[in-house]
């Protein structure tokens, strides 16, 4: 079995990467790659009346500061679902801290879009998006940070 994390995140042409989802847009559930069974596991639900504004996931091949693999955003022009693999363009990134335990430590997001969408082909960096995109997802951040049901 492929442990996805290990995946090369970089392609050929030098502008995109590959992304693995796992969380769809839309959806309460996060979701978490588990890279020893190779599944997706519920990892929470947010409240009711929250759901991801994107779809969610990491660029495999890749360490943050957090130890994970970096997180990513991903504009689509259709849900993508879980365990998808999908080559996107890179467009931005919304820098952020985390803290638990005490300790503090960056958790960037980057934001990209498929590479190959049709609805955000011209699309090349997160103003063409403007700001009221950029502060929703700003909020959607400083309120999702930890109100997951984990039960």
Same mark, same amino acid.
């Given at each position: 079995? +492929?442990?996805?994390?290990?995946? $090369?995140? =970089?392609?050929?042409?030098?502008?995109?990467? /590959?992304?693995?989802?796992?969380?769809? /847009?839309?959806? =309460?559930?996060?979701?978490?790659?588990? $890279?020893?069974?190779?599944?997706? !596991?519920?990892?929470?639900?947010?409240?009711?009346?929250?759901?991801? $504004?994107?779809?969610?996931?990491?660029?495999?091949?890749?360490?943050?500061?957090?130890?994970? $693999?970096?997180?990513?955003?991903?504009?689509?022009? !259709?849900?993508?679902?879980?365990?998808?693999?999908? +080559?996107? =363009?890179?467009?931005?990134?919304?820098?952020?801290?985390?803290?638990?335990?005490?300790?503090?430590?960056?958790?960037?997001?980057?934001?990209?879009?498929?590479?190959?969408?049709?609805?955000? /082909?011209?699309?090349?960096?997160?103003?063409?998006?403007?700001?009221?995109?950029?502060?929703?997802?700003?909020?959607?951040? !400083? +309120?999702?940070?930890?109100?997951?049901?984990?039960?």
């Amino acid at each position: 079995m +492929t442990d996805l994390i290990k995946l $090369p995140h =970089r392609l050929d042409d030098g502008h995109t990467c /590959r992304a693995i989802i796992e969380t769809p /847009r839309g959806h =309460r559930s996060k979701f978490d790659y588990d $890279p020893e069974s190779g599944l997706f !596991e519920l990892a929470g639900v947010l409240p009711a009346g929250m759901a991801f $504004p994107l779809s969610f996931g990491f660029i495999p091949g890749t360490k943050a500061e957090d130890g994970d $693999p970096i997180d990513i955003l991903v504009l689509s022009d !259709e849900d993508l679902p879980v365990g998808c693999l999908v +080559t996107v =363009r890179l467009l931005g990134v919304i820098e952020a801290e985390q803290t638990e335990g005490g300790a503090t430590c960056r958790n960037d997001r980057l934001i990209g879009k498929v590479a190959k969408s049709h609805s955000y /082909r011209d699309v090349e960096s997160l103003t063409a998006l403007g700001t009221a995109f950029t502060d929703d997802l700003a909020l959607f951040f !400083e +309120t999702y940070l930890y109100p997951l049901a984990i039960e």
